[in-house]
């Protein structure tokens, strides 16, 4: 079974919709984050959660919100949807404080298309 | 401000020749470095990283990459290429500290052609 899981894989809506990315992981790690992937632009930090109760804004937050449910879950919201919003969205975890250097490990993306 | 550069956008290479992907970064006292490789419709996998001692970082699937302090380089390499590692790579970099994070380049496609 995959360590980081994204649901759904793929999703299409229109502009104004309510959209939710989720994300789960067993890797037992603190830290997760969201991240966007837009050609050649690499990938970009949206949220980043150190644990249940630290949330914090990355580089691009405007427009998406997060919650932090649990220690295994990390979820994206958009309130309302804008085509310039159609990316490949990235979940990932990292295990900071083992001697890790803060290795990151991904979840295979969302797909997201917004007409 | 932190950064992190690769020049090469794309690097096409005929399978079984040699290849580098160049990865640059802005100057820190200690950083910790990674490569990761992104197959078509796949996530980013872990191909290796650098966080301390030998500054010859050997990978999977038969990369390695050298850390290079002087001239802040970390650059990826691969004595003979296959098609299967036709992808994208992007090198990352987190400048260490507790609540520090990773900072990604903007990626390179190798494209390994027959």
């Known amino acids: 079974d995959a360590d980081v899981t994204q649901t759904p894989r793929n999703r299409i809506t229109k502009t104004g919709k309510r959209i939710m990315l989720e994300c789960s992981q067993t890797?037992?790690?603190?830290?997760m984050y969201w991240y966007r992937q837009d050609p050649g632009l690499g990938l970009r930090l949206i949220y980043y959660s150190f644990d249940v109760k630290d949330i914090n804004k990355g580089e691009i937050s405007d427009g998406y919100s997060v919650s932090r449910q649990a220690q295994a879950k990390f979820s994206l919201s958009l309130e309302s949807a804008i085509p310039n919003q159609t990316a490949l969205y990235f979940c990932a975890t990292s295990d900071w404080g083992q001697g890790s250097g803060d290795t990151q490990y991904f979840g295979p993306g969302t797909r997201l298309t917004v007409l | 401000a932190q950064s992190v550069t690769q020049l090469d956008s794309q690097v096409p290479v005929f399978e079984e020749a040699p290849v580098e992907l160049r990865c640059n970064y802005s100057s820190s006292v200690s950083v910790y470095l990674f490569w990761y490789v992104q197959y078509p419709n796949q996530g980013l996998q872990l191909l290796l990283k650098y966080l301390s001692g030998s500054t010859l970082v050997k990978g999977i699937n038969g990369f390695e990459a050298e850390f290079n302090k002087s001239q802040t380089s970390f650059h990826l390499r691969k004595p003979s290429v296959h098609i299967s590692d036709t992808a994208e790579y992007f090198c990352a970099v987190s400048y260490g500290g507790a609540t520090n994070k990773l900072i990604f380049g903007t990626g390179t496609l190798l494209a390994v052609q027959p």
């Open positions: 890797k037992g790690h603190d830290r």
